[in-house]
């Protein structure tokens, strides 16, 4: 595959294309030169941009939380019935464990490495993270939760993932 790195596994293919530029053109400035050791210092609404996620899922405004003591960005899905199950895309920012700390979900772990880069994606029950190493201790992680199935979730996954790579600091 050109330009695109191929994780086997839980969905059928996940792609990952860094340097991809997304189809809108965003604010968010691009952290390609930060010092690995800023990624406890990243904003995870900073990784990826409403404009940007709008074109592949239909989200509100982001949303700051901590997740499992993680700095964690959601865009809440827009959904016409409550009980729907729409995507809703998050970004956390793991300074306390790197790629192969990356947790099971349902259907195992996946591994790689693209351009000196670690990668994860573990996938279940109509979920799918991609974790994007920065160290060997640190991450973030590109979520989608409350799809449909885990192929939807980790399509949307890769997609913003492709999106957000340059944003994140590589160690």
């Known amino acids: 595959m050109e330009n695109g790195l191929e994780v086997a596994g839980m969905c059928p293919t996940v792609r ?17 030169s930060a010092d690995a050791a800023s990624v406890s210092e990243l904003d995870p609404c900073s990784v990826l941009a ?3 996620i709008s074109e592949h899922a239909k989200v509100q405004q982001p949303e700051h939380t901590t997740v499992g003591g993680a700095p964690t960005c959601t865009w809440p899905a827009q959904a016409q019935d409550t009980a729907a199950l729409v ?12 790629v192969k700390d990356m947790n099971d979900i349902g259907r ?6 693209e351009d000196g880069r670690d990668y994860a994606q573990a ?3 109509g ?4 974790a994007i190493g920065v160290t060997e201790k640190t991450r973030v992680d ?3 939760t409350g799809a449909e199935d885990s192929e939807q979730a980790c399509e949307l996954a890769n997609t913003l993932t492709e999106l957000a790579g340059p944003r994140v600091p590589q160690g």
């Open 123 to 125: 996938a279940g029950h």
């Open 16 to 32: 990952i294309r860094r340097g991809r530029q997304g189809g809108s053109s965003s604010t968010v400035e691009s952290s390609e």
């Open 127 to 130: 979920n799918c993270n991609i």
């Open 87 to 98: 995507p809703t895309p998050s970004v956390a920012i793991r300074d306390k464990g790197g």
């Open 108 to 113: 195992g772990v996946q591994f790689t490495t």
């Open 50 to 52: 409403v404009e940007e």
């Open 142 to 144: 590109i979520m989608v």
